[in-house]
């Protein structure tokens, strides 16, 4: 909390990562840098946040402590990686799907979610419950996959069968044959969480295969595919997982990281806004209530962006306060009036600020992002440091 004064600015500086470029800490930072080259006597406070996304495990770490575990894994192709699970002294472990099906871990030329797996992440999960987690969460974002979480359930002990009885191989469009499970979950009584603030449930429109298979590689005809796929697997899961909700389809946060949400649903888990999970461990209202100004961020600020992502959380916080709330991006794709709505006072873009895609502010935001920032630090400080 900071002391009441006149003659200071308090500043609240709380963006999440900037994808593929910069994590949330040296977004922070580099913003935090340009303002006080303009006004130093301001008081900055710094919180970096995240969703379940990449970075979630990183910035639960500097507010709740604990130790780290290394666990061998494998990416989205079934090739060995490493995960990095933060195990709290209240027996929950933490931990992202990104590390074993992230995005990040493959070329554009491997992006295909047909035949992705989450088998890597279901690795992940077993050794947290093996190293005595009673509650394992799990940060979902960033996904290379779209197989509903059958791969996690593979690593944890059951196996999805075709009519034959036969084992299905990997991948979102082996499921497009699943007609039974074999097995039971190995969870030794921990009970899972999804920390996502992704709203989208797993089929239909707004489902997993529809909004986020196209960036993941797919094509229309993919889409369709894959969609019908989970819709099958999701039958599957309701008459043979024993914990599984009623019509796992339709509910809200299945379709998150390609469907994860629904196989962590199915195995009795519940669904948790990742940023408010955040929020609470690091303070954050206590921080908006003494901030003058909020200063958010995000690689991209899109209409995705107001679907309850860490910006939408945080302007809306700001708003309820009136207190004001500035956006910075790598690019801004947001009306200037849904933003506003969404308590977004002011939004800027680095791909503006470096003189926008026709003279090269694209190229320049990806290779100089914390030069860019530092240049709106700086700017947001004479605007509105009083």
């Known amino acids: ?18 994808a593929g470029t910069l994590p949330a800490q040296e977004v922070a930072a580099a913003v935090a840098e ?27 770490a500097e507010a709740l402590g604990g130790r780290w575990l290394s666990v061998p894994t494998v990416d989205p192709l079934g090739r060995p990686a490493v995960g990095e699970i933060l195990l709290t002294d209240d027996g929950t472990a933490y931990l992202e799907s990104a590390q074993a099906c992230g995005l990040h871990l493959l070329s554009a030329a491997e992006r295909d979610p047909k035949a992705t797996t989450s088998y890597g992440l279901g690795l992940l999960v077993a050794a947290a419950v093996e190293a005595g987690a009673r509650t394992v969460v799990v ?3 960033g996904s290379a996959t779209n197989d ?15 009519e034959a009885g036969r084992a299905l191989p990997y991948g979102g469009a082996a499921l497009a044959a699943v007609a039974a499970l ?38 229309r005809a993919d889409v369709l595919l894959l969609d019908a796929a989970l819709e099958r697997w999701a039958g599957v899961l309701e008459r043979e997982l024993p914990g599984c909700p009623p019509g796992p389809g339709a509910l809200p946060g299945g379709g998150a990281a390609g469907g994860l949400g629904a ?3 199915a195995l009795g888990g519940r669904c948790e806004s990742g940023v408010g999970l955040v929020t609470r461990a690091i303070g954050l209202d206590a921080a908006l209530d003494a901030a003058d100004l909020v200063i958010t961020g995000e690689g991209s600020f899109d209409h995705q962006s107001l679907r309850g992502k ?3 959380g945080v302007a809306g916080a700001a708003r309820d306060r009136g207190v004001p709330c500035v956006v910075l991006a790598g690019q801004v794709s947001t009306g200037r009036r849904e933003a506003a709505a969404a308590g977004v006072t002011e939004a ?12 090269g502010g694209l190229e320049a935001a990806l290779a100089r992002p914390a030069e860019g920032l530092r240049a709106l630090g700086a700017r947001l400080a004479r605007q509105w440091s009083r």
């Open 1 to 18: 909390m900071w002391p009441a004064t006149l003659l200071r600015m308090r500043v609240l500086l709380c963006p999440d990562k900037f």
């Open 34 to 60: 340009g303002w006080r080259t303009t006004t130093p006597a301001d008081e900055l406070l710094i919180r970096p946040l995240a969703d379940g996304g990449p970075g979630f495990v990183a910035v639960l």
């Open 139 to 141: 940060g979902l974002g």
């Open 148 to 162: 509903g979480g059958a791969g996690m359930l593979t690593a944890l002990g059951v196996t999805a069968l075709d």
């Open 182 to 219: 074999d097995g039971a979950p190995r969870l030794r009584g921990a009970t899972l969480v999804a920390a996502t603030d992704v709203d989208n449930p797993l089929l239909g429109l707004h489902g997993a295969s529809n909004v986020y298979g196209p960036q993941k590689g797919a094509s």
């Open 263 to 265: 196989a962590i649903l």
């Open 310 to 312: 860490v910006v939408a």
């Open 348 to 359: 800027y873009s680095l791909v503006e600020h470096f003189g926008g895609e026709e003279r």
